[in-house]
């Protein structure tokens, strides 16, 4: 195979040479980008790109694609001037403003920067974040196999084993890489119109092209991981783990101890069953456990309580950060924008966002500690506090509440408690919160028979009680639910939507999914000031994690920016309008800046 030569699609088309087609590439109006590599370790340089594939339509001969091979350890690789032209194709492109396709552009921005040694700064059309704001719910996993298959009606071609691919010459991966671009491009094509209907080509996606670049720049970064005291913590969890299952007799990790403890021993109700009738003890079924194991006073409870804590700790945390550590002792989680129905990030390779808010349990108070600015530097949070509720008490125009938010000097759940039980007590401003974010997320009375363990007719009773004292809440929750039983969607105040594929058994949950949703723009748009504002080689955005973000902050500049940065935070707008012409929401966004492991 020729590889300074490209057939097109038509056969009768002759061979166009690589200078042309190059040409053609940076003149075209769309066109379709894609990366090949030894893996996906390429920020931190054990992994690197040998190859690019671009597709496009060529005025004259239709759709044309060709597969560039640069870095092959093995078979045929283009000369280095090929590699400096095809750089200099891509930087005139970006500076012409016509789109560049992708499919996870903060893989292929980083992987053009490790091949060709500059950033492309141009637009980006990424169609695996497109396909999230297009409709959250389906394709379920949004990569580009299922993502082809849905909108293009196109199987894709099987791509060779992982295990292999540092051993690839260009020839055995020319077709599958040319297909790629080929995808790329004809899903953004496809997919555009559908941006556009929902109006989300024009008000969202340069937010959210913006946001991609920023979790780009915070993967590229990095965070250093204290590796001493992982190890540590991980070895003492270990060792306490296994104590706790040689006192109980059994192991509290597996289903059969899970029964065992929780419904024969404790008396707990089975919240959930699995298909056989079995009780289930998955993710769903252990949050509800584990609400409820907070409210057990009992010695069983306690060690159940203590061996989850240490579970999840040195499983999730310690263990997963000393694994996914980079050689230069920072840890590069990645940032997805497109792996949850309501719009937050979520993050994978290890997930941060199960670092707790804060914590003084044993298991669990050294997770943040984990963490560590670089010498002569120090980490600083900003962490939103009670944003949902926030926002969904100004969507309601919650009086009663909206004053306490917009006062510093009062709390919420203290005055909370004072309203629905008349009195306060630090068990009651407990019951209130758990009460309160459990009706907030949708949960019914039979979640809160269940997280209180009290029958049915009392849960009944507090629930009635907690909406006749927030009525404003509850007339808005059931509005939103009727716009998603009637419309699928719900709009959110940035301009996206939250799509339901089941709104007769899901529009229970649309009030906390604007709100949650609601949230997580809040937060990105921060991001975004922040960025614009105060990110430099002092002050560095790190993670974001939960309702917070991350700064590596130079010790002796502390003071100027932590003002700075909660400036920033709370400085929250929505669109402007005739009617609210500074996009005031109605209530304060209190953001409290502190040591990140305080």
């Known amino acids: 195979m020729d590889f300074n030569q490209v057939l097109t699609e038509d056969p009768r088309h002759p061979f166009l040479p690589l200078s042309d087609f190059l040409k053609g590439a940076e003149e075209a109006e769309v066109l379709g980008n894609d990366y090949e590599g030894t893996g996906l370790h390429i920020y931190d340089g054990r992994d690197f790109i040998y190859g690019t594939s671009l597709a496009y339509y060529h005025p004259h001969l239709g759709r044309v694609a060709h597969y560039l091979p640069f870095k092959h350890n093995f078979g045929v690789n283009l000369e280095h001037r090929s590699l400096e032209a095809f750089r200099d194709t891509m930087v005139a492109r970006?500076?012409?403003?016509?789109?560049?396709?992708?499919?996870?552009?903060?893989?292929?921005?980083?992987?053009?920067?490790?091949?060709?040694?500059?950033?492309?700064?141009?637009?980006?059309?990424d169609t695996l974040v497109w396909s999230q704001l297009i409709n959250e719910n389906q394709p379920f996993s949004k990569s580009l196999d299922t993502c082809a298959k849905m909108y293009l009606d196109i199987q894709k071609i099987e791509k060779p084993p992982a295990n292999t691919w540092k051993y690839q010459a260009a020839e055995n991966i020319y077709t599958y890489a040319r297909q790629d671009a080929i995808l790329h491009l004809e899903l953004a094509l496809k997919m555009k119109p559908l941006m556009e209907a929902e109006k989300l080509f024009d008000r969202v996606w340069p937010q959210k092209q913006k946001t991609l670049r920023i979790l780009l720049e915070m993967k590229r970064r990095g965070v250093l991981v204290n590796t001493e005291l992982c190890e540590r913590e991980y070895s003492i969890g270990v060792h306490i783990m296994d104590e706790i299952t040689e006192a109980l007799g059994i192991n509290p990790?597996?289903?059969?101890?899970?029964?065992?403890?929780?419904?024969?021993?404790?008396?707990?109700?089975?919240?959930?069953?699995?298909p056989n009738g079995a009780p289930s003890f998955d993710k769903e079924a252990m949050e509800i456990y584990d609400e409820m194991l907070e409210l057990v006073d009992d010695p069983t409870a306690a060690y159940v309580r203590e061996y989850r804590g240490y579970q999840k700790a040195t499983s999730s945390c310690y263990?997963?950060?000393?694994?996914k550590l980079s050689p230069d002792g920072r840890l590069r989680t990645s940032y997805n924008q497109h792996r949850t129905k309501t719009g937050r990030l979520s993050s994978s390779d290890p997930n941060l966002q199960q670092i707790p808010r804060q914590s003084n349990k044993d298991w669990s108070r050294n997770v943040k500690r984990s963490f560590v600015g670089k010498p002569g530097y120090v980490l600083l949070e900003g962490d939103?506090?009670?944003?949902?509720?926030?926002?969904?008490?100004?969507?309601?125009?919650?009086?009663?509440?909206?004053?306490?938010?917009?006062?510093?000097s009062r709390d919420v759940f203290t005055e909370m408690t004072k309203q629905l039980e008349g009195e306060f007590t630090e068990e009651g401003r407990y019951r209130t919160k758990t009460k309160t974010y459990t009706i907030q997320y949708g949960g019914g009375v039979k979640r809160l028979e269940h997280v209180f363990r009290i029958p049915y007719a009392k849960a009944l009773e507090q629930k009635q009680n907690?909406?006749?004292?927030?009525?404003n809440m509850k007339k808005t929750s059931d509005h939103v639910a009727a716009v998603a039983k009637r419309k699928k969607k719900v709009p959110l105040w940035?301009?996206?939507?939250?799509?339901?594929?089941?709104?007769?058994?899901?529009a229970h949950?649309?009030?906390?999914?604007?709100?949650?949703?609601?949230?997580?723009?809040?937060?990105?748009?921060?991001?975004?000031?922040?960025?614009?504002?105060?990110d430099n080689e002092d002050c560095r955005l790190l993670m974001q994690v939960h309702d917070s973000l991350v700064f590596e902050v130079r010790e002796d500049l502390v003071d100027v920016y932590k003002p700075q940065i909660k400036e920033i935070m709370e400085d929250v707008r929505g669109p402007a309008s005739e009617a609210n012409p500074t996009g005031d929401f109605g209530v304060k966004f209190k953001v409290d800046v502190h040591s990140w492991a305080k």
């Open 253 to 274: 990790g597996s289903p059969l101890g899970l029964k065992k403890l929780l419904i024969d021993e404790l008396g707990l109700p089975v919240v959930k069953v699995t």
């Open 94 to 125: 970006a500076a012409s403003g016509k789109p560049t396709t992708t499919h996870n552009g903060q893989y292929d921005l980083q992987a053009f920067r490790s091949l060709a040694g500059v950033d492309y700064e141009g637009e980006l059309w």
């Open 494 to 506: 940035s301009g996206r939507y939250r799509h339901f594929a089941f709104p007769k058994t899901e």
């Open 319 to 323: 263990r997963a950060y000393l694994d």
């Open 466 to 471: 907690f909406e006749a004292t927030y009525a």
């Open 509 to 534: 949950k649309a009030f906390n999914s604007v709100m949650q949703g609601g949230a997580a723009d809040i937060v990105e748009f921060a991001m975004h000031r922040a960025f614009d504002q105060i």
């Open 384 to 408: 939103y506090s009670q944003l949902e509720f926030r926002l969904g008490a100004a969507y309601a125009g919650e009086m009663r509440l909206l004053e306490i938010f917009n006062d510093d």
